[in-house]
Structures are given as C-alpha cells and as structure tokens.
C-alpha cells in the first residue's frame, strides 16, 4: 500500500542492521558483480534509507522464494533486514492512518482523500446517486456521518408481530 505522505520521509537504519551488514559485506569484498553489493555499501555508508527504498527492499523479500543462503538475500541483510523494513512501514502507515481516523472523528472530513473541488460544468445531471450499504461497526458509521441501514427483516418481523397482536386483540374485543 503507497502512501503520499511517507514519500520524502527517511528511515534510520538501525545499529543492529548496520553490524550486521558490515559483516555480511566483509565477506564478499573480493566479490564482483554480485548482485545487492552496491545497496549494502550505500545503507552502510549513509545509514538511512528512503521510503522508495524500503519499498524495494521489502518487495524483494515479499517475492523472495530461496532458503536464505545466496548471497543476494545475505546482502540485502537477510532475516534482521526483512523484520525491521516490514515493522517500520507498517508502524509507520498505521501512525498516519491512526492520526487521519482521529482527525475524522473529531469532525475533519475526508481526511484520508487530496482536497479537490467539484466540477459542477462537466456533471451529469440525470445520474442518481444511490446511498451505499455501509460495513463495520455502527460507531465508526455514524462517527463518520456514513450511511447506515438496520436489518430490515427484524422490522419486518416487528410489524408482522403488531399485525398479529392487533388482530387477536380485536377478536378478544369482539368474545
């Protein structure tokens, strides 16, 4: 899942991550086209990452397939590199969503859509909007002024039940 705000943002590798791709480098320096070298040298040099690098790196490990041996994975910095790209995307996409749910809740709305305006000139007068059948809790729904509809067959059931209740109660009347 993109996501516009962490698009400029950088990631502080961690010490631990560093280490260990200090170490895993001193193994392949005699190593010449080995693929993933470049990137080693350039996380232990500047120790920080980009979004669109952390990206990359997870989408390698979300598509790897190998055991964990060859020297790509052992570049890209292996299992303790997997765990703290996929921990820190998702930390960091659940603290922006978790701020927008709040700037929601307390009256903002669209928070979580680019402000536009409308195009009155270019809309289609005879289109009918039909309302939307709302999932989730009921509180989220009308927190976010979302439409909401109770089950219907409980109302149905509700009105069936009077019927028969009146029905018996005038024939009580009439005996």
Same mark, same amino acid.
């Given at each position: 899942?993109?996501?516009?705000?962490?698009?400029?943002?950088?990631?502080?590798?961690? /010490?631990?991550?560093?280490?260990?791709?200090?170490?895993?480098?001193?193994?392949?320096?005699?190593?010449?086209?080995?693929?993933?070298?470049?990137?080693? *040298?350039?996380?232990?040099?500047?120790? $920080?990452?980009?979004? @669109?690098?952390? *990206? $990359?790196?997870?989408?390698?490990?979300?598509?790897?397939?190998?055991?964990?041996? /060859? /020297?790509?994975?052992?570049?890209?910095?292996?299992?303790?590199?997997?765990?703290?790209?996929?921990?820190?995307?998702?930390?960091? $996409?659940?603290?922006? @969503?978790?701020?927008?749910?709040?700037?929601?809740?307390?009256?903002?709305?669209?928070?979580? $859509?680019? @402000? @536009?305006?409308?195009?009155?000139?270019?809309?289609?007068?005879?289109?009918?909007?039909?309302?939307?059948?709302?999932?989730?809790?009921?509180?989220?729904?009308?927190?976010?002024?979302?439409?909401?509809?109770?089950?219907?067959?409980?109302?149905?059931?509700?009105?069936?039940?009077?019927?028969?209740?009146?029905?018996?109660?005038?024939?009580?009347?009439?005996?």
């Amino acid at each position: 899942m993109a996501n516009k705000d962490l698009k400029d943002k950088y990631f502080n590798c961690p /010490d631990d991550v560093i280490n260990k791709l200090k170490t895993i480098l001193s193994k392949y320096q005699n190593g010449g086209d080995i693929s993933g070298l470049k990137r080693c *040298k350039d996380i232990i040099k500047n120790k $920080r990452l980009s979004y @669109h690098q952390m *990206k $990359r790196i997870k989408n390698y490990f979300d598509n790897y397939d190998g055991d964990g041996l /060859d /020297d790509e994975y052992k570049l890209n910095g292996g299992d303790i590199m997997k765990q703290w790209v996929n921990t820190t995307l998702e930390n960091s $996409r659940n603290t922006i @969503h978790d701020m927008k749910k709040v700037q929601m809740n307390a009256g903002k709305q669209n928070a979580f $859509r680019k @402000h @536009h305006t409308k195009d009155k000139d270019n809309t289609d007068p005879t289109n009918v909007n039909l309302p939307k059948l709302s999932k989730g809790s009921q509180y989220d729904n009308i927190m976010n002024n979302r439409v909401t509809y109770e089950n219907l067959q409980s109302e149905i059931d509700g009105m069936k039940y009077l019927i028969e209740y009146m029905s018996n109660n005038k024939k009580n009347k009439i005996l």
